[in-house]
């Protein structure tokens, strides 16, 4: 294909206009590019964030997410674009004085110790009286004090690094369901290094995890006098969609819905031609692939086939949530906390339940309740499969057995990610590296597929992916 002459031209071109292509484009802004296009081929911005507001209930309105509804506070990067967007006011963070987890074991919740910090106890006497782990499967984590620490910097699955350190019944009820609910994975395959890396670094800086997670909570900071805690997970007052339209209002260039990238080659006089939808051409200096892995890969094929190959093999699996909205009066409070986690011992056709509405104010009316049901991914794939009504009659079947919810919710609101969650299986971190030094000059690779999956890893990525792009223009 030639150049058209009528062909627009940028520096840079970003392609996929979820949160790390929007991340992306304003970091690119804060560098002095200006002339830039966010190509996007939906209808929206913000790819799996989104927020949905439904009125008539009350004083206030429901938010419903569709995606994620927080972000970890310990990676800062999420909460420092709010800060630069303005938008530091708006931060919420969880309601902590309510925070309890429930995990099913046997079919029924039991709340999770006390003092668990991530999968370690750090608080004896809860631990030692709570009925989730057997006394056999106390002892065995209690070994993590004299296990030798693995120092060979080689990656290993979740499943092997818990299995090695806490043993079965540890990987079994507090991390495939805490850890591997998060990244939507399967232990036995997800990568340790690309997903929590601060596990291996406690085990070689401290000798044992145990040791590690209690030398953390005493180097911890209190709060300055006056101060609330810092929550580790914070949103936004009007959820996590709030953060994609304070993005979009501030970006300046050529923002683009319902255009997608047919086609994208090298240009005979240098840069890159992207072939959009309706026939225009696009020229750019450098193009930015913010899209699905297997979505980049399909553009790059024809002139760069060994990340190609690379970006092609990085395995998605399809989830989905559903919100079910309640009266107060009608639900059974006893076990009311953040939410259930589903163990994949189970064998639930659901895999997680969190009450929206106790971890963060502002997501119901006074007297009303939100809940949100999560589904799908390898845990159990079926669910995804299920027409609307077979879900919500799955789901309410489910909210009947683990929480005694049997009224009829007010309304309910159904959300499908298909072939959207990518899975960092063993080595995912070298196939990364591998696909970015394959990677021709003037094209870059950025967002969930690559490393990070939450929002501030998707910002951190963006930031450093424009760090990149800025030397390369530079160099050009």
């Known amino acids: 294909m030639a150049l058209d002459v009528k062909a627009s031209s940028v520096d840079v071109a970003v392609v996929g206009g979820g949160f790390a292509g929007l991340s992306t484009a304003w970091y690119l802004q804060q560098g002095g590019v200006h002339s830039y296009a966010v190509l996007e081929a939906g209808d929206r911005w913000g790819g799996k964030v989104l927020t949905e507001r439904v009125d008539g209930y009350g004083d206030a309105p429901f938010i419903v997410e569709g995606g994620p509804d927080s972000f970890f506070t310990q990676k800062p990067w999420a909460g420092q674009l709010a800060a630069e967007l303005g938008m530091a006011d708006r931060l919420l963070g969880t309601n902590d004085a309510a925070r309890r987890i429930y995990v099913v074991n046997r079919g029924r919740p039991t709340p999770m110790p006390d003092g668990v910090m991530l999968i370690v106890p750090t608080r004896f006497m809860p631990f030692a009286l709570s009925p989730l782990i057997s006394p056999l499967g106390k002892l065995r984590m209690g070994m993590d004090l004299f296990i030798p620490a693995k120092r060979d910097g080689a990656d290993e699955t979740l499943a092997e690094f818990v299995r090695r350190r806490l043993g079965n019944e540890a990987l079994d009820k507090i991390a495939e369901p805490l850890m591997s609910g998060i990244y939507n994975s399967e232990a036995e395959r997800q990568s340790l290094l690309a997903t ?41 007052i009007d959820g996590t969609g709030e953060l994609v339209a304070g993005l979009a209002a501030q970006l300046t260039g050529d923002l683009r819905l319902n255009t997608a990238v047919q086609a994208l080659e090298p240009a005979p006089d240098g840069g890159y031609l992207l072939y959009l939808t309706g026939g225009e051409t696009l020229h750019a200096r450098a193009v930015v692939l913010a899209a699905p892995a297997y979505v980049g890969a399909d553009l790059i094929r024809s002139f760069a086939p060994a990340s190609a190959a690379l970006m092609a093999g990085i395995r998605y699996v399809s989830t989905g949530t559903i919100s079910l909205a309640y009266r107060e009066r009608d639900l059974d409070t006893n076990r009311r906390g953040f939410g259930v986690v589903v ?124 760090g990149h792009v800025l030397a390369g223009l530079a160099g050009a």
């Open 196 to 236: 929590f890396p601060r596990f291996r670094a406690l085990e070689e800086d401290h000798g044992s995890l145990t040791r590690g997670m209690l030398a953390s909570r005493r180097n911890r900071k209190p709060a300055a006098p006056g101060t609330k805690p810092v929550s580790a997970f914070m949103s936004l």
């Open 343 to 466: 163990p994949r011992s189970e064998g639930r056709p659901i895999n997680a339940i969190t009450w929206s509405s106790v971890k963060f104010d502002h997501r119901a009316p006074d007297g009303h309740a939100l809940l949100r049901v999560f589904f799908g991914g390898s845990r159990s794939p079926r669910s995804v499969e299920l027409s609307d009504d077979a879900l919500l009659d799955t789901v309410r079947g489910e909210l009947d057995i683990l929480l005694g919810i049997r009224s009829e919710p007010l309304f309910h609101r159904i959300y499908r990610w298909p072939r959207s969650n990518p899975q960092y299986d063993v080595g995912h971190l070298d196939r990364v590296a591998n696909i970015e030094a394959a990677l021709p000059p003037g094209v870059y690779v950025t967002g969930s597929p690559y490393r990070g999956v939450g929002l501030p890893d998707c910002a951190k990525q963006a930031s450093e992916t424009v």
